[in-house]
Nanobody, 114 residues
């Protein structure tokens, strides 16, 4: 089970930190990712952190967002800085591992508005 938290309303240029708590799985064996889906658009990949803590980012968020994981707490976080109107979306946490299906959270809404 994946449960996201930390979404909300923020002004342009502001920051938010999203968290995803994982239960029922061996967290450290899964690559973790964040995706987002804006209203009327397809879900898009935002960031990924592997089991070896290697991180990758979509070009649209590179330099503004930071993904991290805490294997002791079974959590993955997404620090979002310099938020822009275009970052408004529902953000989803995903756990993936070769040989297993992908697991998704229910999503948390992030709204960037003045």
């Amino acid at each position: 089970q994946l449960v996201e938290s930390g979404g909300g309303l923020v002004q342009p240029g502001g920051s938010l930190r999203l968290s995803c708590a994982v239960s029922g799985a061996t967290f450290r064996l899964y690559d973790m990712g964040w995706y987002r889906q804006a209203l009327g658009k397809q879900r898009e990949w935002v960031a990924k952190i592997t089991t070896s803590h290697i991180t990758t980012y979509a070009d649209s968020v590179k330099g503004r967002f930071t993904i991290s994981r805490d294997n002791a707490k079974n959590t993955v976080s997404l620090q979002m800085n310099s938020l822009q109107f275009e970052d408004t979306a529902v953000y989803y946490c995903e756990a993936s591992r070769i040989g297993d299906r992908d697991y998704w959270g229910q999503g948390t809404q992030v709204t960037v508005s003045s």
